[in-house]
């Protein structure tokens, strides 16, 4: 009887800590969406699809979905215009650095792009986003 | 005996329907137009050339999974496909032009010339002579593109590396410099001798100014004069939220269409075009509200577009093929826009300007649509799905014209048969 009680009370715990996890995850990708359709959508397009030869793609991009959070955080952060292949394609607009964006929101678009459309990647959280700014600062010196 | 008939008629049916979706190669056209595929996948085309023997020549934005650029493609059984491609070239580019037994391509930063033999297959690939190099190149508004007058004389557009001249490129807020510094070496069209080697700026000539990035542009032979399609500039909502919503954007500013005569300033960045107004209007980079009018000076539009449809090529069609109403009048492509999000996207499609006494009469109307592969009635939401963008423009010996598509690499040829 008590084991019992014990192990509903510890399966209801699990349920309402996983529940307010996604609650957290939730309203960062709210928090994310509204950032990208202000900052991002004109370039990368609603679909995430971007704009072929100018703007590339965020969904399904290798790199979007990848490890290397520090380099999209430098990417929002200093601009981006180094034409390099991206996925196998060249893009040729640039884009511009986005100094004014805090490092919560950075947080919050970067775990918009990479959970939407067919994106499914882990959410990016504000010590990642502080971690990948101070490795950046070292490898500028 | 009865199932039989009934897959047979099964079989005729889903035939029937394949067949209704290749009609016209997808595209929708004015009554007594065809169109068919004449190439499909060859690359990223941009504009496009035709000899008078009807070889087609397109110039590639890169190289293709061969390696080539510059593609010759020959339709030798004269079914209306091309059956004979090849290619060469490494370097990406948008122009391509045939003069006499020249062909002259562009790079990004250069203008080079080809010779052609009687059957006009290229003679020097490898090796072609240099007629111009060193043009500006930073990325945005690169390419470089190219026609010539009824003479020698080759016209460059070189575009400006920059939205609107502000001090800090597309940044919400930032001013614009005063005056625009660009405009010395790009934001125009550069007139060289096309018979010359080796020119730099310093051999050219500012023909116009004031041009944002020009990539559509054809000489007018009946009226002897350049006709050139801006593209208007990027971002007003972005950059200046207080003065402009999202659905102001996407309607400002006008894609215009100019008749050049030498020394011509189309007034960008210190002024761009309302359609709605009819009036050039102050930037909000130098001052203007949305509403405050643009010195005079400034050159008005012969037509103006909808706002970011991306004007790729302009061709004055000459040809005999197509009704009269046709006849000096031009046609022009539009890429699809991307900078009306969230608004669904505009263009894909090639428009048509009647021309009356050698001069635009303002109208325009929609000649081959559905490119995007958009049902009709169907918008494009986002510029990344649609099937075809269409770029250059040709027309052939015979009188057809042909389009060029540089997503995938089409090449659509359209005729008329009463």
Known sequence: MGNKVERFFKIGCFCIMMISALNVGAQNLINGKKIFETRCLACHQSDGGGVPNMNPPLDGSTNVNGKDIARMVKIIQNGYDERVALDGMYYNNAMIAMPDLKEDA??????????????????????????????????KK | MKKGLSILSLFLLVLSIVGKAQENAGLRLPAGFKASLFADNIGSARHITITKSGVVFAKLSNPNKEGNAIIRLEDANHDGVADNITGWGKYGGTGIYVKGNSLYASSNEAI???????KDEVVNPSNPVTVVSGLINRRQHESKSITF???????????????????????????????????????????????????????GKRYATGLRNVIGLDWNTETNQLFVMQHGRDQLNT????????????????????????????????????????????????????????????????????????????????????????????????HGSWNRAPLPQEGFFV????????????????????????????????????????VGLAQGPDGSIYVSDDTKGA????????
């Open chain 2, 239 to 334: 950059l200046f939220p207080n003065l402009y919503n999202d659905s102001l954007n996407a309607e400002l500013p006008a894609e215009t269409f100019y008749a050049i005569n030498e020394g011509d300033n189309a007034g960008w960045p210190y002024v761009y075009y309302d359609p709605s107004q009819h009036k050039k209007i102050v930037a909000p980079e130098y001052g203007g509200d949305g509403k405050k009018e643009g010195a005079k000076e400034y050159k008005d539009p012969a037509v103006a577009f909808p706002a970011h449809m991306a004007p790729m090529g302009v061709l004055f069609y000459t040809g005999t093929q197509f009704p009269e109403k046709y006849k000096n009048g031009a046609f022009i492509t539009f």
């Open chain 2, 149 to 203: 007058d009824k003479g020698n004389n080759v016209y460059v557009n070189i575009g400006a590396y920059s939205n609107s001249c502000q001090t800090k490129d597309r940044t919400p807020g930032s001013q614009g410099m005063m005056p625009c510094p660009i405009l010395d070496s790009a934001g125009g069209i550069w007139k060289f001798d096309g018979t010359k080697e080796n020119q730099t700026y310093k051999d």
């Open chain 2, 351 to 390: 428009a048509f300007v009647p021309f009356k006494n050698g001069k635009a009469t303002g109208e325009w109307e929609i000649f081959a649509n559905g490119f995007g592969g958009n049902a009709e009635g169907v918008k494009v939401i986002n510029t990344g799905k649609a099937k075809a963008r269409p």
């Open chain 2, 411 to 418: 090449i659509f040829k359209i005729s008329y048969n009463k």
């Open chain 2, 112 to 118: 080079f010339k080809y010779e052609l033999n009687s």
């Open chain 1, 106 to 139: 950075i947080a919050d678009v970067l775990s918009y792009i990479r959970n939407s459309w067919s994106n499914k990647a882990g959410l990016v959280t504000l010590a990642e986003v502080k971690k990948s700014i101070s490795k950046n600062k070292v490898n």
